[in-house]
């Protein structure tokens, strides 16, 4: 069985109201939960239902209103930097930040379950439409593609016959591993320069995973057309 989306279940929510809680760190959710959203993503009951769950074992039981805030948050965030999204709605961030001044536990799961759905919108089509084990290969390479991957490495973290895997996700995805990968890569990169645009291109490459600067800036003038330099210098200043 998948994790859920909310996978640190630390006791319970109360109903009534929140009042003013500070939000502390909470450690972020699972790959599993990850793995959950991605391949119910086009499933909208489902993730209702499943949300709509979650909040009830919270409400039997007695979790600080900061503890819950920030659990959604962080959803939302390790969602947000774990997906191939290159750029979050604004009203899935301004939602985001909305969470931690909620005063109502109907209020906060309204914001979170918008939020999700804005999501799920933008993501378009859900890992779930691909076999079980190509779903568990991307979730692998969304979830590690900032370190060192090679074929070998997924391989073994899938369970899988080198050749095999290699067919499977071509015949599935149309492209091959790394081709996904180096694409996935590019967009994560593109997206730290829309949200930093004076980054350093060196630190900027080490951050998707890419260790050669001048390989990294021939591969985004591939894909984008410009350099990374002269995307960043596109981008409106955050």
């Known amino acids: 069985m998948v994790a859920n989306p909310l996978h640190y279940i630390i006791g319970g929510f109360y109903f009534g109201t929140l009042g003013n809680a500070t939000a502390y760190s909470i450690l972020p959710i ?3 939960g990850l793995k959950y959203f991605f391949i119910h993503a086009g499933n909208l009951p489902l993730l209702n239902q499943h949300i709509k769950d979650q ?12 503890m819950v805030k920030q659990l959604c948050y962080n ?5 947000r930097y774990s997906s191939s999204i290159a750029e979050f709605p604004k009203s899935v961030l301004d939602n ?5 001044s909620a005063d109502s536990v109907t209020e906060l799961e309204t914001l979170f379950l918008s939020s999700l759905h804005m999501i799920c919108e933008v993501c378009g089509t859900s890992f779930g439409r691909y076999k079980g084990e190509i779903q568990t290969v991307l979730i692998y390479l969304h979830t590690h593609y900032t370190e060192k991957i090679t074929l070998e490495s997924i391989a073994e973290a899938v ?3 080198r050749s095999y895997l290699c067919r499977l996700f071509k015949k599935e995805l149309g492209k ?7 694409q996935l890569r590019l967009e994560k990169a593109a ?3 829309q949200t930093n645009n004076h980054a350093y291109i060196r630190e900027v490459a080490e951050q998707v995973g890419i260790d050669e600067p001048f390989y990294f800036t021939r591969k985004f003038k591939e894909y984008y057309g410009v350099s990374p330099r002269e995307y960043a210098a596109s981008c409106p200043k955050p």
């Open 30 to 32: 699972s790959d599993g």
């Open 55 to 66: 909040f009830a074992r919270w409400s039997r039981q007695a979790l600080a209103p900061s």
């Open 75 to 79: 959803a939302l965030d390790y969602i």
């Open 96 to 100: 985001q930040e909305k969470l931690l």
């Open 159 to 161: 369970s899988l016959n």
């Open 176 to 182: 091959s591993i790394f081709s996904y990968l180096n």
């Open 191 to 193: 997206h730290i320069l």
